[in-house]
């Protein structure tokens, strides 16, 4: 039962565009989501959050959307640049503990 | 080094044995979890430790896993009897867990673990 979805498992798009990763979840118990970013034989980044009670949280040229009542979620990249490519992983949590991933998403910046 | 360490960063064993994964978290973090990503998933829960007490072991699959944090620090993620689909890459990661809100996990670059 996958309660976090990423159903693009890749994207490409061109450098300085802007690149937009989507996140979908059916538990409704979720408080908090989370974006993280993953490089070939590292461990994941934090990369950006929001609280269940927000509807957007911006980080410089991360922002992130939450749509509650759709129980989706999306990050956007802009301008997007070729270090930006990576893995991106949706996840989302409960209280303060475990956190429940997606599968990924491969985001490829062409230059 | 000030993250989170974990070793053998590779181990290739034979169905059947024992293995040790060790995590060495950011020193001060009291909360630690494991986690294990198959090829071409996201990384899944296996157990959280708070402080040296296991406060979440939902996730281990089987009673052939067992995790250990005996001092509240350092923790060993133990697999007996190994079979091929332990086969994965073993993630630990560390929060501060403060009072309120969410605390950042801090990941290791993982133990990618073969089994033959």
């Known amino acids: 039962d996958q309660q976090v979805k990423q159903n693009s498992p890749s994207l490409s798009v061109q450098e300085g565009r802007i690149s937009i990763l989507n996140c979908d979840y059916t538990?409704?118990?979720?408080?908090?989501f989370l974006w993280y970013k993953k490089y070939p034989a590292e461990g994941p980044t934090f990369l950006i959050s929001?609280?269940?009670?927000?509807d957007k949280n911006e980080d410089g040229r991360f922002t992130v959307f939450l749509n509650k009542s759709a129980k989706h979620l999306s990050l956007h990249i802009v301008p997007s640049q070729p270090g930006d490519s990576a893995v991106y992983f949706c996840?989302?949590?409960?209280?303060?503990?475990?956190?429940?991933f997606g599968t990924g998403t491969r985001l490829t910046i062409i230059p | 080094g000030a993250g989170v360490s974990q070793t053998p960063s590779n181990k290739v064993t034979e169905k059947g044995k024992y293995v040790e994964l060790r995590c060495d978290p950011i020193?001060?973090?009291?909360?630690l979890y494991w986690y294990r990503q198959s090829l071409g998933q996201g990384p899944e829960f296996l157990i959280y430790?708070?402080?040296?007490?296991?406060?979440?072991d939902s996730g281990l699959p089987n009673d052939r896993f067992f995790a250990v944090r005996p001092e509240g620090s350092v923790s060993t993620l133990k697999i007996q009897r190994t079979e091929r689909g332990d086969s994965a890459v073993y993630l630990c990661?560390?929060?501060?867990?403060?009072?309120?809100?969410?605390?950042?996990?801090?990941f290791g670059p993982g133990t990618r673990l073969t089994v033959l």
């Open positions: 990661a560390s929060s501060s867990n403060l009072a309120g809100g969410v605390d950042e996990q801090f």
């Open positions: 538990n409704s118990m979720f408080d908090y």
């Open positions: 929001i609280s269940s009670i927000k």
């Open positions: 996840a989302a949590v409960f209280g303060n503990e475990k956190l429940t």
């Open positions: 020193s001060g973090h009291t909360a």
């Open positions: 430790f708070q402080g040296t007490g296991a406060a979440d």
